[in-house]
């Protein structure tokens, strides 16, 4: 009987465990398709398109809830990374240091101080704005 019931628990282990294993493989690959899909669209897109984009990738993303909210701001910087974006980080100025930037533009958004993926995003600008040669 213990023998049964520790085989049962072995296999059910097992199953999950490759049921887990093949879920975090697609949840990487749609967020590698994601990047991909920023990197070609940061050229495009302004600095407040890339949080749009991200942001509306981390509301549809289908992957593991918390690889979603992870892949976020990683989306951000790589669309950034598609232009320069002096002109807009000289216009936020030392605005971006101050701690309340990020949850006014979420608010201006219509998100909650609450919404993660909203700040994630916005500070993922100001650090990019912050980088050597982003500001005067």
Do not use: W
Not at 30 to 51: H, S, Y
Not at 104 to 127: I, P, T
Request: hydrophobic residues 40%; charged residues 25%.
């Amino acid at each position: 009987m213990v023998k049964a019931l520790i085989g049962g628990l072995l296999a059910a282990s097992v199953v999950l465990g490759a049921h887990a294993y093949r879920r975090y493989l697609s949840s990487e690959r749609e967020i590698r398709a994601a990047a991909d899909a920023m990197r070609t669209a940061g050229p495009r897109l302004d600095t407040e398109g890339c949080v749009t984009e991200a942001l509306a990738f981390g509301k549809r993303c289908g992957a593991i809830a918390n690889m979603c909210e992870e892949a976020v701001a990683p989306l951000v910087r790589t669309c950034l990374m598609g232009q320069d974006r002096g002109a807009y980080c000289r216009a936020i100025g030392p605005r971006a240091s101050d701690t309340h930037f990020t949850f006014a533009r979420c608010r201006e958004r219509g998100r909650s101080r609450r919404d993660h993926n909203c700040a994630e995003a916005y500070l993922a600008v100001v650090a990019h704005c912050r980088e050597p040669g982003r500001t005067p």
